[in-house]
């Protein structure tokens, strides 16, 4: 798969040969990224820009295995006549020369792409549905990268062994796939970086947040920049309201103060603030949440009940970074680059390389007619990583029947449907 048609910058595998990746990502999307960021190969090198970019992915979907290992066993390097190959000091050098930037550009074009093929016909009374989450990557204690990053600190006296990277990712809620994400130094919160997001949040959607995003200054500059996207967040139990209206007992429009703080930060908040605010009738357990605020205030739009159910189905997404951590990064502590650039650059082509199994998952379950949830993640890595492996030293010609193979085998681990929990 990645072999053959990325053997040499000049010559391809004819249209019909190539591999479902291929088709995911095509070689002049990669060329766009690298052109819009002055990154492409002006000459011949044994490791051309497009080669790096597949390096760099290639690094997320094979945790388990070196660099200069990676390259050799996907064959993604050039040679001259005498067959000479690249020297393990050219991979660092050629991941310097293309930088992060071409990466960066990529994920965005390819993740508006692939969410808007499988998801934009997914909706919710009428709206898209995602959900802002925020997880932390641990780097090696460089002193670059601890002044960058920093750690997170747990007192005054005490803070994480490593540096710290924070970020937080805006991704669909029914298939998964990242639409975007920011991130950067530990000392900045889940909500600074949020808003980083806010030029990404698509019209007519409905984005789900955990208690943390309950910030008036986020939600208020959410729907001031689009008017026709709306969120969810559940309360908090000191959130102080003032009900304004009922629509039924546990259903309500409520008004709330803005903070003196956030009005300083932002001088343009009003004093006061609206939202639908819908209550459990009563507590299920210690740790349930006692009711969700949400910018869709008419009623008539949706009722609260569907509003408390649909809350629950953004636990689907804090299993995203679990299947980046646990399955694709298979647990390991840190991250492998040792420079800020690097380790950039490293974090979007994991992010690219989750959002490709993600998206072959999506059509296996489309093929299937289940959802993309209900196919278990790491059997699809696995099955397509071996996949990624025999298409380096296929015949092009045999790839189709090789994945076509490889989407019936990966049928057989749909999961069984989630009984859903109510739980916080």
Not at 88 to 117: G, N
Not at 166 to 178: E, G
Not at 235 to 243: D, E, F, G, H, L
Not at 266 to 285: G, H, K, N, T
Request: charged share 25%.
């Amino acid at each position: 798969m990645l072999g053959h048609w990325l053997l040499d910058t000049d010559t391809f595998a004819a249209p019909e040969s190539l591999s479902t990746f291929h088709k995911h990502l095509p070689l002049d999307w990669i060329h766009t990224a690298l052109e819009q960021t002055d990154k492409a190969s002006v000459r011949r090198r044994k490791l051309p820009a497009e080669l790096v970019v597949w390096l760099v992915i290639a690094m997320g979907l094979f945790r388990d295995r070196s660099i200069s290992d990676v390259v050799d066993k996907l064959d993604l390097i050039l040679t001259d006549k005498l067959g000479a190959s690249v020297a393990p000091s050219a991979i660092p050098q050629a991941r310097q020369r293309l930088t992060s930037e071409p990466l960066a550009a990529l994920f965005d074009l390819t993740a508006a792409r692939w969410i808007e093929e499988e998801d934009g016909k997914d909706t919710w009374h009428g709206l898209r549905l995602f959900s802002v989450d925020g997880t932390q990557f641990r780097t090696a204690d460089t002193p670059e990268l601890a002044k960058h990053f920093g750690y997170v600190k747990h007192s005054k006296t005490s803070h994480t062994e490593y540096p710290v990277v924070r970020l937080c990712a805006f991704s669909s809620l029914r298939s998964r796939m990242v639409h975007h994400v920011a991130f950067g130094p530990s000392h900045q919160g889940e909500v600074t970086y949020t808003k980083q997001l806010l030029a990404h949040v698509s019209d007519h959607s409905l984005t789900i947040f955990d208690r943390c995003y309950l910030s008036a200054e986020l939600l208020i500059n959410w729907q001031r920049q689009h008017p026709h996207a709306h969120w969810m967040v559940p309360i908090k139990s000191n959130t102080k309201y003032t009900v304004l209206h009922s629509f039924s007992e546990c259903d309500h429009l409520v008004e709330m103060k803005v903070s003196p703080q956030a009005r300083k930060l932002d001088p343009s908040l009003p004093e006061y603030w609206q939202a639908r605010l819908i209550l459990y009738p009563e507590p299920v357990s210690s740790n349930h949440i006692k009711g969700v605020l949400c910018s869709l205030v008419d009623e008539r739009q949706c009722s609260g009940q569907a509003l408390l159910d649909v809350y629950f189905e953004r636990w689907e997404i804090e299993n995203s970074y679990g299947e980046i951590k646990h399955r694709m990064l298979e647990d390991t502590i840190l991250l492998r680059s040792q420079s800020v650039e690097g380790v950039t650059q490293e974090l979007w082509g994991i992010l690219l390389a989750y959002n490709l199994v993600r998206v072959e998952i999506s059509r296996i379950a489309h093929e299937a007619e289940v959802s993309p949830l209900r196919i278990s993640f790491m059997m699809a890595l696995r099955d397509i990583q071996d996949e990624v492996m025999w298409c380096a030293i296929a015949a092009p010609g045999t790839i189709p029947k090789k994945l076509r193979a490889m989407r019936e085998r990966v049928k057989r681990y749909i999961l069984p449907e989630k009984k859903k929990t109510a739980q916080e």
